[in-house]
Structures are given as C-alpha cells and as structure tokens.
C-alpha cells in the first residue's frame, strides 16, 4: 500500500475528537437499524460545503433497497442524507463505524444512500494497521 493517510502529530481525544470503534469482521447491521450519519457536505445537489459538519438520524434499507457488497440507509419522510462532498465520511450505528460514505443515486437526499460495509475490511484493515510504516517510495 504506498498511500496511507496519517495524521501529521498527535491528535488529542477530547468531548468533540473520539475513537470509533469498527465493527468485527463481517458483522452485519439489520435493516432498521437507527444509525447516524455526520459530514461537511452540501446540503443539496450543487449547493455549497458546509461551514460546519452536520449530522442526521438514518435508517438502515432492507436487503432489496440495497447490494449485496453495501450498508444502505434512508431517512423517511423528509429529504435528507449524504450529498456531495461527503463521500468517505462514517456512518455510526449502535456505536461502531459500520460504513463509508460512496454513492446514493440521483439527487441528495432522494436514498437510498450506499455505503461501503466497514465489517467486510475489519481484518484488512487490521492488517494495513499494524503493518510495519511504509519506507520511502
Ligand atoms: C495535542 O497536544 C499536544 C501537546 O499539547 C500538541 O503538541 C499537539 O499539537 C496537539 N495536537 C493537535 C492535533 O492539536
Ligand atoms: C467472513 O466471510 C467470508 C465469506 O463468507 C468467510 O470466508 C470468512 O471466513 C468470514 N470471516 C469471519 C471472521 O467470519
Ligand atoms: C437522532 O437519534 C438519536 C439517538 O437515537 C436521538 O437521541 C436524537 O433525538 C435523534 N435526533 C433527531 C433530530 O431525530
């Protein structure tokens, strides 16, 4: 692996700044599931970045809202979800980063939402962890 993101000095665990836990190797979450879903993205297609990340209460699609290799979600009732410059950002439910924000179809906030399934790469992530640090390229 020749890029691994690092932070550049120590990062200080505060009330706002926390470790989140990852799921076992492929753990699953129910559909239903209440999961939260935090980032700086717009608020709507083509709108601007937010000044400050938000967050919104998500559930977890049934199977046939879905793929087979993703964690999906959806909010009901109202328009709300990732959008763009969110991509890459945790989604939280019951208190483990099950998920990466990757795609949702058409415009932000119709859903469902894919996310990439954390518990699919606990172990390879695991692995690329403690690995011994790159050397120079
Ligand atoms: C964490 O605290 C240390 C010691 O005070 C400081 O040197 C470092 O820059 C801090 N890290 C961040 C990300 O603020
Ligand atoms: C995860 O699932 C894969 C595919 O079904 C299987 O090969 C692997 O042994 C499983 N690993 C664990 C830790 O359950
Ligand atoms: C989001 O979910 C959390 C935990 O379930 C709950 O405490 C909070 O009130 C919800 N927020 C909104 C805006 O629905």
New binding site residues.
Partial sequence: LRFLPQ?D????LTSSVAILPLPPQNATVEPGTGCQVAGWGTQRSGGRLSRFPRVVNVTVTPEDQCRPNNVCTGVLNRRAGICQGDGGTPLICNGLGHGVASFSIGPCGQGPDFFTPVALFREWIDGVLNAPPPGPA
Avoid: D, F, G, K
Avoid at 9 to 12: P, Q
């Fill in positions: 932070l000095r120590e990062a200080n």
